[in-house]
C-alpha cells in the first residue's frame, strides 16, 4: 500500500501530462524538499517512476496505479 504523499506524487506526475520538474511537483506539495527527494527516490526503487533528462515520469506500473487511485476516487 502506498503511503498518502506517495499516492499524491504519482498524481500530479499523471495529471501534468508531461514530464515533470521537481520543483513542478514541490509547489503542489506541502513537505519539505528533503522529504520529496526521499520519496521519489522511494518511487523510483519501487518502479513507478523514472527520471529522463531531469524530469520524472511514470512508468507503465505508474501509470496502471495512477489510473487505480483516479478510479478509487470517481
Avoid: C, H
Amino acid at each position: 500500500m502506498l503511503s498518502e504523499i506517495k499516492e499524491k506524487i504519482i498524481s500530479i506526475v499523471y495529471s501534468l501530462e508531461r514530464p515533470a520538474l521537481f520543483k513542478d511537483i514541490k509547489d503542489q506539495i506541502n513537505i519539505s524538499t528533503d522529504a520529496l527527494k526521499r520519496e521519489l527516490a522511494d518511487l523510483e526503487k519501487e518502479g513507478v517512476i523514472k527520471r529522463v533528462r531531469g524530469r520524472y515520469v511514470l512508468t507503465e506500473k505508474g501509470k496502471e496505479l495512477a489510473k487505480k487511485l483516479l478510479d478509487r476516487v470517481n
